[in-house]
């Protein structure tokens, strides 16, 4: 007897498309390498707290250095994420998880709580903070693929 595959929900895709701009390419230089892979590596250990844990490959400390090879490249430094793992295409990446927007902002806070402070214990530099957590929130969105009923029309 055959049997046919459930019907899976339309793959939401969010309204504006893929963020257009990134943020500043001078925040690598400025930080370097350790710095970046702690903050991320701190940012992992949030979300090992959080409600999205169950996403997330049992190392996470293995997770966050592949997460802070991809911000390396986004912050301007090597294209590690690339080299190591090949093209990002970090949206299809993402579609085998239920990403909705609680899901989005539980992520967010996980991240900009890390951010508290990141001057003095990342050395990000605080001229373009705001710059990278503008980031973050229009790469979270484009992340979201499922609409969650609270959504409004997009």
Known sequence: MDHEPLPRP??????GGP?????SREI??????????????????????SELRRWFPEDMRAA???NAAFLMGVLGGPSLYAELYGPPMMRQRHLPFPI???????????FKGVLEGAEEKYDFPAEHLAGFIEFLETFSAWMVN?????????
């Not at 963020?19 to 943020?23: F, I, M, N, V, Y």
Request: proline share 11%.
């Open 10 to 15: 339309p793959v939401y895709i969010p309204p």
């Open 19 to 23: 963020p257009q701009a990134g943020p």
């Open 28 to 49: 690598y230089a400025l930080m370097g390498r350790e710095n970046i892979y702690q903050m991320v590596e701190h940012f992992y250990v949030e979300l090992e707290k």
């Open 64 to 66: 966050s250095r592949k």
């Open 100 to 110: 909705d927007e609680h899901a989005r902002q539980v992520w967010l806070s996980c």
């Open 146 to 154: 499922t609409k969650s009923d609270g959504d409004s029309p997009g």
